[in-house]
């Protein structure tokens, strides 16, 4: 264990929400549970329940979305204490078991949790708790996530030990390149970068069209789903040795350390890719009776609204670097 | 003049299934309009706190509706239902609920706390609503050194200060000497005049004297509603 103010903190945290999660499972399942057959006077128990848990789902949800960047944080702070390590990527490689599943999770969870407290919004702002089953259902469906997310920061902290690794450039640049040098009789970085621009600039359009045209939502998650792996790609193939100037060198995180707004490039993507999927859960979870229909439509537009934008403003990013990067 | 309050077909029963059950109100359906002075009357345990309570969103009715301004309130959630209270009703309780470590325009102040009213507007707002209830030189002491009545007006004041549209008042002259409860009336009266709607429950004859709305309350049930011109 390497202990410092990050890793104390991520431990603090991860332990309060752990127990705060465990300690409100059993309402949740309650009044999940109850309330189709509760009569007045129950509901009028299981909706005071319900606002218990709910400011505690929500203490817990914030507490597992603020850990993110101080997990990261914390992490790039470990580097000088990690022999061999030169960027993150060594300190993944000291606990790679658990780190690298986990960085797997930092991506994927909070799409979930900004989606239940998206849905909460929309039920506080109705007048009549309409969503409270179904926030109080995907909480139970949740918590199974939401403890294994904290029990895995639990585990990395205390098991990260400052053992030797290998540096980023002696595992990430050797061997073949996924893509080819030449791509159709195009050099495959550049086929790479206008592929990536394509589905940036396709996805940013999408998600602005979803905001007048329903039918456009599927198109737009598909793009959302297509640019995962054509972001990773191009970070590694094109974006890191271009704008590092390193021609052989191809580690995201070196990039990320080195260019720090790319790091918002890559927050921006994280929201322009999971938007899409947040309309899907409140389309799928907010739309309980006519006010929350009007309620759940409005918020929809706003997430296209974000992930519209958000796109727009990580592609401008890249735009940039790589016009100081030819420069 | 348009209807403000509605109630239709509301009971609320305490301890239900229970050995120990109450039937508190009873089917009870009533109408109370714009500027209305209404009062609930009836013998102890009849059932008239329990009304208020219910009116002022303080209960869940265990049957029924409530309406406020045509809109279905109770089916809101308990939390909007707050918000509604906060905005709309203003409650004296028949034993002030004051809270004694604080001082009196300090009382007065506390709703404005809920509606994010910087401090020294809230001190400022306070002292005009003590000023109307002739409380001005009462304004630093703390309620706890306050008369029946003083602590009474102070209530009064503390409801009033958000400027609801609808003022609850649980026998206000309950606890206090007669010439209290004559000022208590006057500043009533003036309500009334502020076309705000206003439901006490009393037994005072002084106060049913002047109401325009008088509904009587016999085990639950409403026995007669009477209409007077003001």
């Given amino acids: 264990m390497i202990m410092t103010f990050g890793t104390a903190m991520i431990l603090l945290l991860s332990g309060c929400a752990a127990v705060l999660a465990l300690g409100v499972i059993d309402t949740a399942v309650r009044i999940f549970r109850g309330w189709r057959t509760a009569d007045e006077e129950k509901r009028y128990d299981l909706e005071k329940s319900f606002y218990l848990t709910y400011s505690v789902v929500c203490i817990v949800l914030g507490i597992r979305l603020f850990i993110v960047p101080v997990y990261f944080w914390n992490l790039q702070s470990l580097v000088p204490m990690i022999p061999g390590a030169m960027c993150l990527w060594g300190v993944f490689n000291a606990l790679p078991t658990l780190m690298w599943p986990n960085l797997f999770l930092k991506f994927l969870l909070p799409t979930i949790y900004m989606g239940w407290l998206i849905l909460a919004k929309i039920n506080s702002d109705c007048k009549t708790n309409p969503l409270m089953v179904s926030l109080t259902g995907f909480y139970v469906a949740v918590s199974p996530l939401l403890l294994l997310d904290s029990t895995v920061d639990i585990l990395t902290s205390l098991n990260l030990s400052p053992v030797e690794v290998s540096c980023c450039s002696s595992a990430i640049d050797v061997g073949p390149r996924p893509i080819p040098i030449i791509i159709g009789g195009v050099d495959g970085q550049i086929f790479l970068t206008a592929i990536f621009f394509t589905v940036s600039v396709a996805l940013a359009i999408s998600a602005f069209l979803c905001m007048k045209y329903d039918r456009v939502e599927w198109i737009s998650r598909i793009f959302a789903s297509a640019y995962i792996p054509v972001l990773i790609l191009t970070m590694t193939e094109v974006l890191t040795p271009w704008i590092l100037h390193l021609p052989l060198h191809h580690c995201p995180f070196c990039l990320l350390f080195q260019a720090p707004s790319t790091v918002i490039f890559l927050a921006l993507s994280w929201f322009a890719i999971s938007s899409p999927w947040i309309t899907l859960l409140t389309e799928k979870l907010g739309r309980a009776d006519e006010e929350s229909k009007v309620i759940e439509k409005k918020t929809r537009m706003s997430l296209w609204l974000t992930s519209g934008f958000a796109a727009t403003i990580a592609t401008s990013i890249i735009v940039v670097h790589l016009a100081l990067a030819f420069i | ?230």
């Fill in chain 2, 1 to 230: 003049m348009i209807t403000r309050i509605r109630l239709e077909n509301l009971s609320k029963t305490y301890f239900k299934g229970e050995t120990n059950e109450v039937t508190a109100i009873n089917n009870v359906t009533s109408e109370i309009k714009e500027s209305d002075f209404a009062v609930i009357t009836g013998p102890s345990g009849s059932g008239k706190t329990t009304l208020l309570s219910l009116i002022g969103l303080l209960t869940k009715p265990t049957k029924g509706k409530i309406f406020f301004d045509g809109e279905e309130v109770s089916r809101y959630s308990d939390a909007w239902q707050t918000k509604i209270r906060k905005e709309k009703i203003g409650i004296v309780f028949q034993q002030y609920n004051l809270l004694p470590q604080f001082s009196a325009w300090e009382n007065v102040s506390l709703p404005l706390l809920c509606h994010d009213v910087p401090k020294e507007e809230r001190r400022k707002i306070a002292l005009e609503y003590m000023k109307k209830l002739g409380l001005e030189e009462r304004k630093d002491f703390k309620v706890a050194y306050l008369s029946g009545g003083e602590q009474q007006r102070i209530a009064i004041a503390r409801a009033l200060v958000v400027d609801p549209k609808i003022i609850l008042a649980d026998e206000p002259t309950a606890s206090v000497d007669l010439e209290t409860a004559y000022s208590i009336l006057r500043v009533l009266e003036k309500l009334e005049k502020e076309q705000r709607t206003l439901i006490i429950s009393t037994h005072d004859p002084s106060i049913i004297s002047k109401a325009t709305v008088s509904i009587d309350l016999r085990n639950g049930t409403v026995t007669k509603v009477e209409r007077f011109s003001p």
